[in-house]
């Protein structure tokens, strides 16, 4: 009877999800750097999740854009603290991840960005600097194009703008027929080939760690339909395609090793945006840069953020 009783306890005790009981975690720990949660109506129908900073501040905005995976708040984490304290911080949800969501149809990057651009407006952010990785980058990128007076200057991590040929390639590369195959796992197994991909060298990690990220719907694998839907936008034609005429500042902070986005792919999207772009890149580090080698991520960043700054400054003097 009682060694029953044991495996029944022990049974409950792993039906606890660890990413649930991180992220709760992270939450408190967010707060105690000076971060809140905020739920903004963009308009009926349409609410954006964001953390911002708890009081107002004259502080240089950085808003970061998070990849096609994981929230905002999880996906950026460690810069978060890093840079909390020094700048005025924002980590928004796309639509139909963490607590974003509509009720329009709209799919597109262009559609994600125009509600990023409202959100921080009515938060009263009138200048910012975009960190974006992987999907958040070319999210940011069309909202450099779209929103000149709103955005700076952006960080762009292992992003590029989509064509239908850098498409093609990197799905060679990973030896994938279709991007929803690679990006909508099904299975832990699944899940754990694409942190496999993504990654220099993936963590040995337990295989219920990969379980439970699979089971932890509220980032990942809620609104399925949706974010399928949201993958299939993500490619722009070729023959559709022209570079946008930037008149940002724009840093491309890359993982060398990106099986994903590699580094001939970054050295091309400098060249397509020209004198304002400059590359800089992180050895060791795959797709996810910013999660696999954050203390040399943070330190490039803020180098790239202190030059963006004192270039504003002494532009303004």
Known sequence: MQQTEKLTKKKK????????VYKLLLHGLMKLVGMTQKTIDIEPGTILNIWVPKKATEKHAVVFLHAFGFDGILTWQFQVLALAKTYAVYVPDFLFFGGSITDRSERTASFQAECMAKGLRKLGVKRCTLVGLSYGGMV???????????????????????????????????GFDSWVDYLLPKTADALKVKLDIACYKLPTLPAFVFKHILEWGQALFDHRKERKELVETLVISDKDFSVPRFTQKIYLLWGENDKILDMQTARNCKEQVGENATLVSIEKAGHLPNVERPFVYNRKLKRILASLVETVVNTAS
Do not use: Q
Request: charged residues 15%; hydrophobic residues 50%.
């Open 140 to 174: 940011g990128f069309k909202m450099a194009e779209m929103y000149p007076d709103l955005v700076e200057s952006l960080v762009a991590t292992c992003s590029v703008m989509f064509t239908e040929s850098v498409s093609n390639a990197a799905l060679e590369r990973i």
């Open 13 to 20: 005790a792993t039906m606890v999800n660890i990413i649930t």
